[in-house]
């Protein structure tokens, strides 16, 4: 899982944007769900932050103070990152499902 420090305070996506030359990198597993890669370059408001779900393509994801979101063709995914992390993932017509799971990222100390 995450530190605490870093799920709950934005100096997680301060600290992305700060060390620009080397991305932050999470990686997730949420129940049912595929692993997916969040890939902070730019952190806040920046557009070169992506979401790859699976072995997929990466999209762009916006990045916020405390949310994330991308859309995979017709899906659309919110993360918190916050204790416990997940997903809402929501579709044209089709109810939005909340999916929880654990997270690492490349800032955890060894």
Do not use: H
């Not at 129940?31 to 932050?49: H, V």
């Amino acid at each position: 899982m995450l530190t605490a420090a870093l799920l709950t305070s934005s100096p997680f996506l301060l600290a992305a944007s700060a060390s620009a030359a080397e991305p932050v990198i999470v990686t997730c597993k949420f129940e049912k769900l595929p692993q997916m890669i969040l890939t902070f370059r730019g952190g806040m408001g920046a557009s070169d932050n992506t979401l790859q779900i699976g072995q997929s393509k990466p999209v762009p994801m916006s990045v916020g103070s405390s949310l994330m979101s991308a859309e995979y063709g017709t899906q659309s995914f919110t993360f918190s990152l916050r204790l416990p992390a997940n997903v809402s993932v929501s579709a044209p017509g089709q109810d939005t499902l909340t999916y929880y799971g654990d997270c690492i990222s490349t800032l955890q100390p060894n």
